[in-house]
Nanobody
């Protein structure tokens, strides 16, 4: 099993930055990929970014490309999402997820454990 705890969300103005963190425990952290997902009110959950077991391969959604960066520190069992130039449309609940295997994926089915999520609200 894997337990995931996110932090770093909050209320910010458009153009601001936030860094989300997700600390994992349980299974060996460096053995699996990680992903960040978000769900806006009234919308379906969508993938934001994913990263492979080593951090050497990442994937970012087109909607946040060049603004959001995913990274991980395997020594700290932590994955990060650096969010810059935030927009009101970035508002939502952001959750991290642990992959079933070592390779990053943008498919929901590739992840088997999810955190509770952290709220990000961006005002205009």
């Amino acid at each position: 099993q894997v337990q995931l705890v996110e932090s770093g969300g909050g209320l910010v103005q458009a153009g601001a930055s936030l860094r989300l963190s997700c600390v994992a425990s349980g299974r060996t952290f460096s053995s699996y990929a990680m992903g960040w997902f978000r769900q806006a009110p009234g919308k379906e959950r969508e993938v934001v970014a994913s990263i492979n077991w080593s951090g050497g391969s990442t994937s970012t959604a087109d909607s946040v490309k060049d603004r959001f960066t995913i990274s991980r520190d395997n020594a700290k069992n932590t994955v990060y999402l650096q969010m810059n130039s935030l927009k009101p449309e970035d508002t939502g609940v952001y959750s991290c997820a642990a992959g079933r295997g070592p390779y990053s994926s943008r498919s929901f089915g590739a992840y088997d454990y999810w955190g509770q999520g952290t709220q990000v609200t961006v005002s205009a």
